[in-house]
Each structure stands twice: as C-alpha cells, then as structure tokens.
C-alpha cells in the first residue's frame, strides 16, 4: 500500500529471523543473529535513507516504527543486525533519543507540540513509560534475576505489577485531558510511547484493561491508524510464526 503527498508511504517486506524465544527481554542475547535491519527512506527526499536495526517484539522497536511511519518514510531492504538507528554518519540508539532525532530533523507530523504545558505532558508520559515500565518488562538484568528463581506464573505477576503500577499513574494523568488521542485531536509523542506498552499489556502480559477504561479507549482508536497497525509486532517478518 503506497500513499502520496503528506499521506504516509508503507511498502513493508523484510527477512525472517532465527526463532529463538526471548519474552521479556527487550534484546536477544545474540543480537547479531536475533535481530533485523530495515531501511526506510523518506517521502520527500528520497536519495536519503536511514536504516533502523529493530527486534519485532520489543515495545522500544515498535514505538520508533510508529515515529517513522508518521514521519512518512517507507520501509526498504531489510538485512539482519541490531537495534539502532544509522541515518548517514549519524548513529542514535535508545528509543526516546531516535524519537527526539527524527523529531528534531524530519518537521513532518511533528510530535511534540508548540504549547509548553501540553508538551511536557508529552515528555512526560514517554518518560513513565521508558523509565517507570519497559525496564521492569524488557531488561535483562531483571529477566535473568527472575529466570530459575520463579515459576511461569510468577514470571508473569512480576511483570504484571510494574505495567499495573504504570498504567495506574498514566491513566490517572491523563483522563481529565485525553482528547481523541492521549493529550488531544492529534498524534503526539505520548501516542507513540503509550500504544506499544498497551498492546504488550494486553497480549503479552494479560493486564486487565477495564481497569484502565482512557488507556483501553486510545488502544481501540490507534488501532484504526495505518500507521499504528503496521508497526504491531506480530505482523513484521521477523516475528515467528503463530506469535
């Protein structure tokens, strides 16, 4: 599917990757073999490209594909690496700081807005997101210091502790000023980070979801966003089959 002018192009394909199991954990152990590269090139200079080495599980991976689908750029060639963003020289790791780069240089669907009280709500968001929820789910010191320790079971009520202790704070932030979206009409920078937590919530991790009715409610309204939909993890190449 390819759009023109300011609509966002998606022309996705990429290479399968070995199917080694890593749940939680955000890196496999063996990046190089675990891992997958894609090219996206943008929709209006389209001699420049940027590759981005991303894990199709990991809620950081999802949250830039989404960026970079806004930004209207169009997934290329795919080779198997690890996850980062190469835009020329340039070398950006760290999901919030691609978020910020791609910001900063590609002004097309701006994230953050103009207004500083609505744009520090949206760093603010990302910032539960990044540092209150995905280290408790995704890094490997945590996962390691549970793995052999505890059953499946208790696995899972680790992780379900920290996602609930999140979305209890995101929910009571923003459900006095969510508009169509999470700080309004428009997709924000909170959008991007909030909508890869949730789905993980919901498919990963079995959250209960009506206790959290704005975030449940913004997860229906991005799931009917292309942009949003071709970034969902179960649906990129790399993601074994029957996930």
């Not at 890196?27 to 996206?40: C, D, H, R, T, V």
């Not at 981005?52 to 060639?77: D, F, G, H």
Request: hydrophobic share 35%.
């Amino acid at each position: 599917m390819k759009k023109t002018g300011r609509e966002v192009r998606l022309a996705f394909s990429s290479t399968n990757l070995p199917t080694k199991e890593r749940r939680e954990a955000d890196q496999p152990a063996n990046l190089e073999e675990n891992l997958l590269s894609s090219g996206w090139k943008s929709a209006f200079e389209p001699d420049q490209k940027i590759k981005l080495y991303n894990y199709w599980r990991s809620t950081c991976s999802q949250t830039v594909r989404i960026t970079l689908n806004l930004k209207e750029y169009e997934k290329l060639n795919p080779v198997k690496y690890v996850p980062t963003l190469v835009d020329g020289e340039v070398v950006v790791a760290d999901s919030f700081a691609i978020i910020l780069y791609l910001e900063d240089k590609y002004p097309q669907h701006p994230l953050l807005p103009k207004d500083l009280k609505k744009k520090a709500l949206n760093i603010q968001i990302a910032s539960i997101v990044t540092s209150t929820i995905q280290p408790r789910q995704n890094l490997p010191v945590d996962i390691d210091f549970i793995e052999g320790r505890f059953d499946l079971d208790k696995k899972l009520l680790w992780a379900q502790h920290y996602l609930n202790k999140g979305f209890t704070a995101l929910e009571k932030l923003i459900k006095d000023c969510a508009g169509k979206y999470a700080t309004g009409d428009e997709i924000q920078m909170a959008d991007v980070f909030l909508e890869p937590q949730i789905h993980a919530g919901i498919t990963r991790f079995e959250i209960d979801m009506s206790e959290f009715p704005t975030l449940a409610r913004l997860h229906d309204a991005y799931m009917k966003i292309p942009e949003f939909q071709a970034a969902v993890p179960e649906i990129q190449q790399d993601a074994p089959r029957g996930s």
